[in-house]
């Protein structure tokens, strides 16, 4: 089984890094980019137009048909202020959301977005 995933992603094109336009929802830039089925999500700094203030988070981007992962996929977006999570969909929305601790993330706080995951 590894052998056959590692070969999907050494056998595959490089799609090049793409930027998300749908940036209604923060200000900052999230790229993705493809290599064979293994999806790469980077940003720069980023933060929410609008205070978060719900414990189930915001869907903040949708990732197009083809880079979306193959599974659910949560991870820590890192933020100064405090723990912030990165929820990945299989139907390609980004949603971000905070601990049970504080539900409240504010405008003026970034946090930043890196993973990989598998289309399949």
């Known amino acids: ?6 070969k ?3 056998d595959g094109t490089d799609s090049g890094w793409q930027e ?3 940036a209604t929802k923060f200000t900052g830039k999230i790229y993705y980019r493809k290599i064979g089925n293994l999806v790469e999500i980077s ?3 980023l933060t929410l137009v609008d205070e978060l203030t719900s414990a189930s988070g915001i869907t903040i981007a949708t990732l197009p048909e083809g880079y979306r992962p193959a599974k659910l996929s949560v991870v820590v977006a890192g ?3 405090d723990l912030v999570y990165a929820r990945y969909n299989t139907n390609g929305n980004i949603g971000i959301f905070k601990n049970r601790n504080s539900a409240s993330l504010p405008t003026d706080y970034p946090f930043y977005l890196a993973t990989m995951f598998y289309t399949d």
């Open 1 to 6: 089984m590894a052998s056959t995933t590692i």
């Open 43 to 45: 940003s720069n700094s």
């Open 8 to 10: 999907k992603y050494m």
């Open 20 to 22: 998300l336009t749908d």
């Open 79 to 81: 933020c100064t202020y």
